[in-house]
C-alpha cells in the first residue's frame, strides 16, 4: 500500500506532464493554434512591428515554452526522485538531479522522434537542447534557491 501512495504522491503527476508535453507533440497544427492567438496579440499590442518580426517573437515565444516545460519535467522528476518530506535536512545530491536531468533528456528525445510520424512537425535534435536546456536551468534554479534557504536558516 505504501508503495501506491508513493507512486500517487510522486510519480502520477510526472506522468500526468508527460502526457500532456506528449500531447502538445502530437498536435499537427500546434503551430497554427499557437500563431493563431499569440500573432494577433502582438500585432494589437505592437501595431507597427512587421510580419516577419512577428513570426520571429511567435517563435521565441515557442521556443521559451519548450525551455518551460522540460523545466517543470526536470524539477517533477527530481521531487520523485528524492521524495523530499516538509524541513527536510538532506543536502541536495547531484546524481539526483543528474538523473532526472538524463530522464528529461530521453524523453525529450522521444519527443523529437515522435514527431516524425507526426504531418507538419519537423523533429529537431536543436529542440531536444533547448528542452534539456530548460531541465538544467529549473534544477540549477532549484540547488540555488535550496542553498538560499540552508543560509537563511542558520
Known amino acids: ?26 498536435d499537427a497544427k500546434s503551430y497554427q493554434h499557437s500563431a493563431g492567438l499569440f500573432e494577433p496579440l502582438l500585432h494589437w499590442l505592437f501595431p507597427h512591428l512587421s510580419q516577419m518580426r ?4 511567435h517563435h521565441l515565444f ?31 545530491v547531484l546524481n539526483d538531479a543528474a538523473l532526472a536531468l538524463a530522464i528529461v533528456f530521453c524523453f525529450a528525445c522521444s519527443d ?3 514527431q516524425i510520424w507526426v504531418p507538419t512537425r519537423t523533429a529537431l535534435f536543436s529542440d531536444v537542447l533547448i528542452d534539456t536546456a530548460g531541465g538544467a536551468i529549473a534544477l540549477s534554479l532549484l540547488w540555488f534557491v535550496r542553498r ?6 542558520k
Not at 501512495?5 to 502526457?19: E, G, R, S
Not at 521556443?63 to 543536502?91: F, M, Q, S
Open 1 to 26: 500500500m505504501q508503495k501506491l501512495n508513493h507512486f500517487v504522491d510522486y510519480w502520477l503527476i510526472v506522468l500526468f506532464w508527460m502526457a500532456m508535453i506528449f500531447g502538445f507533440s502530437s
Open 54 to 57: 512577428v513570426e520571429e517573437f
Open 62 to 92: 515557442r521556443k521559451c515554452c519548450h525551455l518551460t516545460e522540460y523545466g517543470i519535467l526536470a524539477l517533477l522528476l527530481w521531487r520523485a526522485i528524492v521524495k523530499p518530506k516538509k524541513n527536510d535536512p538532506r543536502p541536495w
Open 112 to 114: 523529437e522522434f515522435h
Open 148 to 153: 538560499l534557504f540552508v543560509r537563511c536558516k
